[in-house]
Each structure stands twice: as structure tokens, then as C-alpha cells.
């Protein structure tokens, strides 16, 4: 043992550490293509290698990078000319006779964890004609709903689609407001804690307040005492009008988008995967997105329905991540293709 650490494998070790460090720095932004946390600081610095980039303009903090390439996870990612994960760029005019799809949404239409051809946008377009269909894959990792209609308006609408297809997510309605409880980030926190009964006596009389303000219920049906706290924040964010109100502009601005621009809306609701099917919390919540969107003559399609026949663990992203799996999206593709070519 004495003999191994002399001097030279110490000096040895220490570059082999040295370089680990410098290998790290270099290949660490790389590694995590997905990350917003730190994007809304001020004084965030945008690193050309990531596939993420931070804009903070229209209402958008960030977007995918153009012709952009990243390995996280073992899985490669890359971007075409207009920031869209994909292999190939498209034409701003369409092809004659070629029904062209534009698919909005978060990671999941991203394809988080998945290759290019297991992504939703592939799957569908995997079943559909070519000669016939186009489906382009607008998915950027944590937007929500008012992110998606805004990319739609920059990004999308140059592209002339003669369908858009929303696919929403429970999460799609965390939206920060500022109210005069405290900036986005405490609101959100004391109005938690309030329906969650752990709020100080102080911050307590705060809310009531508010909500008693606003017209709020103090003790809506929705706030079972079993939720547990995502579940709950869920819930929050759907049913008090303080945060569905801004879900509810996102959503008349896309209808009145498509009435401008001459495109069907389709709307897929992806239920939370990683909650069991017995005893779901969100069923209401489902419900209640679904009258929503069919109220503005949107077409819906009801996920929940079809995945709550398979066991969780077979949906989600290596059997555990609440993202779909690639087996998810062949089901879900199915159903997509058979409406769409219905509709």
C-alpha cells in the first residue's frame, strides 16, 4: 500500500481529478438540456451549448434552441432550423392536398426521455398517409397552456395549419399570479397552506380575506382532507378562478386564433399517470377541462378513458416517470390518427 501512494500517483490522481472537473463544466450543460429553474434570474447566462434557451419575450422565458443537439440520459435530442425537435425543417407553405397537424404541449410532445421516432408528433404521423398528412411536434419542455398559445402565435401560425391539436396536461395549468398576498411564488405557497390547513393564524386571516374579496369560496367540495399536497395544487390551480382565469384567456385566444386563421382546434386531455386508477383524484378535474374546451367548440379527446385500461406502470416512462412511455404514445397515437382522420 505504501508503494501505491507515492508521490507521482497522487500527482497522478489530482490531474485525473482536475480533468473530471473540466470534463464536467464542459459537458454539464449538454447533460441537461431540459433545465428552466434558473432561468428566470436576472442575471442568468445563456450557454450556447444547451438546447434550451432563455428569450424572455411575448410571454415566453425560453424556447428549443435552432439546429441545437444534446445527449441527456442516453438519449439524443436535436432541433431544426426553427427550434423543433426534428430531423428535417419544413417549408412555410404546404404541400397541395397535405392536411398539416401542429401539435402543442410541454415535455410530453417534446418526448422527454424518448428517441425522435417514439415522440407523440411520430407516432401519429407513423399511422397516417404521408402523401396526405403532416404533423409538426411544437413541444417545449415546462411550458404550460399560455406558453403553448403564445409559441402558436409567434412560432406556429406562419406554417398555415389546418389543425391544431392541444395536448393538455394537469400541470399545463401552473400558472404564477401575483396577488396581494405576495409575488407569484408566495401566493402560490400561503394559498396552499391555507387549503391545506397548515397556514399561520396571520397569513390565515390574509386569504380569507382575499378570497372573501374576490367571491371565492373559503371551503369549495374540491378540497378533500385526504389530497395529498401536489394533488391539491392541482386542484387549486384549476378550480380557483384566481389561476383558471389565465388558462381561460390562453383558451379564448387560441379560438379566436382559429377563427382568423381558418384551423380546427382538437384538444387531447393526458391524465396524470403516476396516480393510480382506483381512487383517481382528478377525475373532476378532467371533467371539468373537457366542458371548458368543448365550450369553446373545441373537439376533445378524453385520454383518461383509454389509459385507465392499462396498468400505470406500462404508460409511464421507464415504469416510474410520470411522462409517457413510448407504449403511451402508440396508444395514444391510435386514438389521435382514427379522430383526426374522422374529423
Known sequence: MR????????????????????????LAPRMRPLTVEDMASPDYRDDPETLMRKID???????????????????????NNDG??????????????VRRVLMLGDSFVFGYGLPLEQTMARQVMSLLDPSSWEVMSFGVPAYNTVHEVNFLEERGLKYHPDDVLLMYHPN?????????????????????AYYEGTASEHDRERVVEYLRSQGWPLAPAWNASDLKSRDRNYLI?????????????????????????????????????????EGHPFVGLYEHVRGEMARRGFDVIDLYRVFRHYPNSDLMLWGHDGHTSAFANRILAHVLAEHLKGH
Request: overall charge negative; cysteine-free.
Open 3 to 26: 508503494r501505491i501512494f507515492t508521490p507521482g500517483y497522487l500527482l497522478y490522481t489530482a490531474a485525473l481529478l482536475v480533468s473530471a472537473a473540466g470534463a464536467y463544466h464542459v
Open 57 to 79: 419575450r411575448d410571454g415566453l422565458l425560453h424556447d428549443l434552441r435552432p439546429h441545437a443537439k444534446a445527449t441527456h440520459d442516453g438519449i439524443d435530442y436535436a432541433t
Open 84 to 97: 423543433l425537435r426534428d430531423d428535417h425543417d419544413y417549408t412555410l407553405e404546404k404541400v397541395p392536398g
Open 172 to 192: 399545463d395549468a401552473s400558472i404564477g399570479v401575483v396577488t396581494p398576498l405576495g409575488d407569484e411564488v408566495v401566493s402560490e405557497a400561503i394559498i396552499l
Open 237 to 277: 390551480h384549476h378550480f380557483l378562478p384566481l389561476y383558471w382565469a389565465e388558462v381561460e384567456k390562453a383558451l379564448d385566444k387560441l379560438q379566436q386564433l382559429a377563427r382568423q386563421h381558418r384551423f380546427r382546434v382538437h384538444v387531447a386531455v393526458i391524465p396524470e399517470l403516476d396516480r393510480p386508477w
